[in-house]
Every structure is written in C-alpha cells, then in structure tokens.
C-alpha cells in the first residue's frame, strides 16, 4: 500500500515519483505546459506566508511537481522567516488532508517519516525513541513522556495524535535542506516570482512586527529584543522566556490581542491556550504577573548579556522605565 504522492509531496515516494515523470527544472521554468505548475508553486509560497496553502484541486502531477518548484523559489528568497512559515504550512496543509484519511492510510506515511506504528484496534503504538522524534517539540504537557503510559518501550497514541505527530515530522522534512543552494540562473529566471512573494513578505513582516502604539519598543532591554525577534521568527521559545516577554510585554502596556497574535508564528500556535495564558498573565484570574528579575533571568539562561544599562538597573522593566525616560527627553 502507498500513500498519494502528491498529497504528501515531501516524501521520499513523491521524489521517487518526481523522478520518474523525467522533466528536468529547466522544463518546468519554461515551457507553457507548465504553467499550471509554477502558479501552484507561487501559490504555495504565497499560501504559507498568508497563513495557509489552499487546498483547492489542482491536477495531482501539477501538484506534486509545484512543491520542489516552490523549494526552490523559497531558497532564492533565502529568509528565515519564511523558510520557517512555509515549511509549517506544508505540514499544516497535509495535516488538514491526513484529517480525510483512514486509519490505515496513515501507516505508509509514516514509515516514509521514519515513525513505525502498529495498530491496535483503534489505537497505536509506536517506540518511544520515534514518539519523542516528533513530541520532543510539543509544548502541551499531554505530550511529555512522562504523561504517557509507557508499556515495554511503547507509547499508545490515538489516530489524531499519530495524525499531528506526523506533521511535525512532516515540518521538519519540508525544513531539512532548506535553503537549497540555487545556481544564480535559476534563480533569476524565478525572479518574477520572487518578487512578488518578496513584496508579499515585507508586507506581512511589517504587519507582523507589532504596532506597540504607546510602547517604546526601542527602550526594551536586550533580553527581550531577543525573544521578541526569535518569536517572530517563529523559534518556540522556552517556556521561562516565553513567560518573561508576556509579562513584560503587558507591564508596558501591550494588549492581550496583540500578544496573541505576536506568538502565532510557532509551529504549535494554539490561539486558544496562548489567549487563556495571556489572559493569566495580565492578571484576568487576579494576579498580574510581572517579569522576573534580572537575577532570576540569568539563572535560567535568559539574560543574552548586559549593556551598560543593565549594569544600572535590577529588573527588566526599570531598564525599559530608565530607557523610556531617557528617550523622552531627547526628542
Ligand atoms: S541584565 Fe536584565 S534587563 Fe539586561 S538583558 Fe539581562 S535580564 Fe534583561
């Protein structure tokens, strides 16, 4: 049994496939017949930096040869940002259609994503050392070995679990090797496309970056700078910084919503659970929290280093208040 191909265009069964229709790249940029292939492939890109590839039916050759295309197209941009925003849409896009299968189609796929599950009944097991390939990235403590009944080295997952397990196998398949090294002709034969997804990216990355309004982002210290860029650059931050910049970020003045939206850059955004713990954090259940000391910041590895400020200051938010100050009076 396989699985289609290009439903899942980044497995080693849809390369063997893209192989075997024989077109070499320079077919695919230029001729007219494949048109519909470079449209699909703009359309992945521009899919994922607008938040999701559409899955409207497009011919399955088209589709499956669209996803190296749109590799490539991404590797000309070379920008982290989007390199990480595509490649979790790729996962989310296959994620949406893995939804649609039977429990036995999942199998195949797995195995070309290096996890071999067994099925039992409406469950699986898998080895616990291929569950954490995938769980090791989940924030969600349903996920943490410990919370799972380990019987003789195996975990038992349901078919939605094995499901979101397997996108972010999926995720991190579409990453490995990106960018890819594009010879600088094929780039420039990409670069109507380029240039419109590129326009597309500031677009967005100006957007993305938040309109603080009130809040001085430049008199942030350097430890927030810091999470704040890895945020919008959708690194999952650890769980003590990601409470640091939430906290820090209310204190000055931020809006829930816009924290919110700030975190929906990780490949496990959950806008539900971040809203609940934003709402914690600002105090919704009683308590504002505030963030933690610069001491307690350095002991969990959260201090990047000091500038001259903080040698000065205690506490992040009085480096933010000095700073803040300081500006004021300049301008
Ligand atoms: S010294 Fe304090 S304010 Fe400065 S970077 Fe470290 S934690 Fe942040």
Known sequence: MSHNGSDYPFTRQAADQVRETGYSIEALL??????PVRKRALERVLGAIGGAIPDQ???PVAELLSYPLARLMVSCLDDDFLTRRYALAEA???????????AADLIPLAQDLDIHPVRRRDLFELHFAEYLKAAH???????????RGLRKGKVTVTQDELARLLEERARMRVMRGLPLSVPEDI???LADYTREIGAELVAIKADRFPDLGEVAEEAFPPCIRTFLSQVTEGVNLAHTARFALTSFLINV???????????NTSPDFDEEKTRYQVDHISGKGGTKYTPPSCATMATYGNCP?????????????????KQARTKLKKS
């Open 30 to 35: 230029e001729r007219r017949g494949f048109q």
């Open 57 to 59: 039916p497009v011919h």
């Open 187 to 189: 780039c420039r034969q």
């Open 305 to 321: 280093g000091e500038d001259d400020l903080c040698r000065r200051v205690s506490h992040p938010l009085s480096y933010y208040q």
């Open 137 to 147: 990235r989940m924030r969600s403590p349903k996920w943490k070995l410990v919370n």
């Open 253 to 263: 003045g931020m809006s829930v919503d816009d924290v919110v939206a700030l975190f």
């Open 92 to 102: 989310k896009l296959a994620g949406r259609r893995m939804k649609k299968e039977d």
